[in-house]
């Protein structure tokens, strides 16, 4: 009965046509979502110095100190212990391969704003994780970025997908807006009215979606094939999505494999981004920059990083998914190179903020292609949000021991040492990355129906 009730709404769905004002329309709700994921999935990074001194009452609100290392080590390994829920994400994610990936666009965005409002009101560090995990859970979906894959023309999936996240990340810089009205450095607890404006977006966002959007057409077409004729189903039941099929079929498929080899590698490279502030903060306490050079940089980068996005969809598309990651990855080192080196010497603001723009602009194109676009383009439909999902799951594993590296790097050397060290921790594993990458066939222009 109720598989009987499902094809009926899906063949309902199915015949609504998606005319230009449909797909523009959602071409705005793609982006007011990316725009929320981008600004969800920064804030905790860029406020981070600011919530560690309140939270852990470092005296003399010093980065430079041996507290600030101290507490930034207890702070990683309660937040390391707490991304075990994150084995569960795969399974949640692959829930999109049964009942449609509407229901968790919409619901990740919605949840992305209850986690920036729990950490904005949050009386001690481990609420404040709680809510920071919350974002971490739902941002690692990527849904949109399923629905623009499921939805563009094959010929402009990248360049589709780069626009509505350059244009996310530019947004990044309403971090910087805001975080020059609201933050005091006179009162270090007024970093919390940093989170309020986008907690808010994000809530608004997931609910004018309900009523407009509507599930892929490649995910009704699937559906509808898998209820209508039962030798299909029978059929397909073994290659139905989940989390052990997904993980069997990246272990076994020769191409899967290699890309999540070449992800894993790239995925080390990650931990600087979530201590940028702090290099920034430690050029402060040294006299090398100032608080408004960092004011500065928080509104430079996200400008330029979205324009590094753009032009990387335009790339990708015209040379192919390979040689663009090649790119990308040459202009990443010259970017870390510019922030860090920037930042230890006291360059100008405006030549950091575009070389971290440049850096992340390019390091999450890479991660991007290599993690959610070469996937999608070579998995199937009714395992796509699976393998999505597993591979989403391996990169935060990644993520999770780069950020552990950079502790290890920040207790030993201090926080007027994280750049540096950063170039000799990516440049490398950028390299090796490149190289598990050239073992990958090119994937631009698959049909992701006869996959």
Request: hydrophobic fraction near 50%; aromatic fraction near 10%.
């Given at each position: 009965?109720n ?7 899906l063949l309902k769905?199915?015949?609504k046509?998606?005319g230009?004002?449909?797909l523009?329309?959602?071409?705005f709700?793609?982006t007011?979502?990316?725009?929320v ?15 560690i ?6 005296p003399?609100?010093n980065?430079?100190?041996k ?17 075990v829920?994150?084995?569960?994400a ?30 904005m ?28 894959i ?5 010929e ?36 919390r ?5 986008p ?5 608004l966002?997931?609910l004018?979606c309900i ?6 057409p490649v995910?009704v077409?699937?559906r ?11 059929n397909?039941?073994e290659q ?9 079929m ?13 992800s894993?590698c ?7 981004t ?8 430690a050029?402060?306490?040294?006299g090398?920059?100032?608080s ?10 996200p400008?330029?990083?979205g ?12 040379v192919?998914?390979?040689k663009a990651?090649?790119?990308f990855?040459i202009?990443?080192?010259i970017?870390l190179?510019?922030?860090s080196c ?15 723009g440049m ?8 991660t ?9 383009e ?7 949000a699976?393998v ?5 799951l ?12 950079f502790?290890i790097?920040?207790k030993?050397?201090?926080?007027s040492?994280?750049g ?18 050239s073992?990958v066939?090119e994937?631009k222009?698959?049909?992701l129906?006869?996959?």
């Amino acid at each position: 009965m109720n598989e009987r009730r499902e094809l009926k709404h899906l063949l309902k769905e199915r015949a609504k046509k998606n005319g230009k004002y449909y797909l523009i329309g959602l071409f705005f709700l793609l982006t007011a979502i990316y725009v929320v994921d981008e600004i969800a999935s920064n804030i905790n990074s860029a406020m981070q110095p600011y919530v560690i001194l309140d939270l852990f009452k470092i005296p003399s609100q010093n980065v430079l100190s041996k507290e600030y290392a101290s507490a930034v080590g207890v702070f990683t390994i309660i937040t390391m212990v707490s991304y075990v829920m994150m084995l569960i994400a795969p399974f949640y994610k692959a829930l999109a391969d049964r009942f449609g990936r509407k229901l968790f666009l919409i619901l990740n965005t919605f949840l992305m704003g209850v986690g920036m409002f729990i950490c904005m009101i949050s009386p001690n560090y481990i609420f404040y994780i709680f809510g920071a995990l919350v974002i971490t859970f739902v941002k690692s979906n990527d849904m949109q970025v399923m629905y623009i894959i499921e939805t563009a023309p094959k010929e402009h999936r990248a360049k589709i997908c780069n626009l509505t996240k350059a244009i996310g990340l530019i947004s990044v810089s309403l971090i910087g807006v805001l975080r020059s009205i609201f933050y005091d450095e006179n009162n270090i607890t007024t970093w919390r009215m940093v989170f309020l404006i986008p907690a808010i977006i994000a809530i608004l966002v997931a609910l004018i979606c309900i009523p407009f959007i509507r599930e892929t057409p490649v995910f009704v077409e699937q559906r509808i094939l898998e209820l209508n004729n039962e030798a299909e189903k029978e059929n397909v039941s073994e290659q139905r999505g989940g989390v052990f099929s997904a993980f069997k079929m990246i272990w076994t498929n020769r191409q899967l494999r290699n890309i999540m080899i070449a992800s894993v590698c790239f995925a080390l490279v990650t931990g600087i981004t979530s201590y940028y502030t702090t290099v920034l903060e430690a050029a402060n306490g040294m006299g090398k920059i100032t608080s408004g050079m960092i004011n500065t940089i928080l509104i430079i980068f996200p400008f330029v990083n979205g324009v590094f996005t753009l032009l990387c969809g335009f790339v990708s598309d015209s040379v192919g998914r390979k040689k663009a990651c090649f790119i990308f990855s040459i202009i990443a080192s010259i970017g870390l190179i510019l922030f860090s080196c920037g930042a230890r010497m006291g360059w100008s603001a405006e030549v950091i903020g575009i070389g971290w723009g440049m850096f992340i602009g390019t390091l999450w194109s890479i991660t991007d292609t290599l993690v959610l676009v070469m996937p999608a383009e070579s998995t199937p439909t009714s395992m796509r949000a699976s393998v999505m999902g597993v591979m989403s799951l391996l990169l935060s594993a990644g993520m999770a021991l780069s950020i552990i590296l950079f502790v290890i790097g920040l207790k030993f050397l201090g926080a007027s040492s994280l750049g540096i060290f950063a170039l000799c921790v990516c440049i490398p594993l950028m390299i090796i990355s490149c190289v598990m990458l050239s073992k990958v066939e090119e994937t631009k222009g698959n049909d992701l129906d006869s996959i």
